[in-house]
Each structure stands twice: as C-alpha cells, then as structure tokens.
Nanobody, 124 residues
Framework: QLQLVESGGGLVHPGGSLRLSCAAS????????IGWFRQAPGKEREGIAL??????????NYADSVKGRFTISRDNTKNTVYLQMNSLNPEDTAVYYC???????????????WGQGTQVTVAS
C-alpha cells in the first residue's frame, strides 16, 4: 500500500511563493504518476499538475490556471515530489493534495492513492 504525505502549506502574501512536498512510502506497483490537486471551499477538486515517476517516461503537465507559475519536480532519492508555487494570488487558496495514478491525466477519478492534504492560504 502506498502512503502519501503532503507538507509545506501555510499562509503567504499575494505575490509570494511556497513549495509543497509529497513524500511517498510503502509499496505499490500500479502507479506511474504523481499529481497535485487542490480544492477550495464550495468548489470541485481541480487537477493542477502531474509528473511521471517512472524511469522510462518523462512527462509533466499543468492546468492552464497554474501554467507558468507552478513547477512540479521530483527527487527519486527521497521518493518525494515537489510543487513550487510562485506568484500566488488569493484564488490559489485551497487544500492541496497529492495523489498517485497509473495513467497520466489530471482527472481526480483516475487517481487511486491520496494524501491527507495541506492548507494553502494566500491573503494579505
């Protein structure tokens, strides 16, 4: 069973930056990508970034809402995927989740393993 733990959330001023971490532990053979999602109060969960974690496929994708501002990366030695978030604005306020999927989509329904989430609040 794969466990995912997010960290790095917090309060940041508009225009600021945060880096989220998603640490993976345990074992599962049925995932090839890690995705980042977010959910604001009263809104649906939104897929914002994904990255493959296999040795043979190198692919990343972003939602239009974060493209150019957020960057996903990985450190295989630490089994950790990061989400660097720059130029944050109040609309980025949400609970951020990482999740693991066999496929390479930004659809939440395609993801099997989920972390517990970390709150990001952008406010002055």
């Amino acid at each position: 069973q794969l466990q995912l733990v997010e960290s790095g959330g917090g309060l940041v001023h508009p225009g600021g930056s945060l880096r989220l971490s998603c640490a993976a532990s345990g074992f599962a053979s049925d995932y090839n990508a890690i995705g980042w999602f977010r959910q604001a109060p009263g809104k649906e969960r939104e897929g914002i970034a994904l990255m493959t974690v296999t040795a043979t496929v190198h692919y990343a994708n972003y939602a239009d809402s974060v493209k150019g501002r957020f960057t996903i990366s990985r450190d295989n030695t630490k089994n950790t995927v990061y989400l660097q978030m720059n130029s944050l604005n109040p609309e980025d306020t949400a609970v951020y989740y990482c999740a693991a999927s066999e496929g390479y989509t930004l659809k939440a329904s395609d993801y099997v393993y989920w972390g517990q989430g970390t709150q990001v609040t952008v406010a002055s």
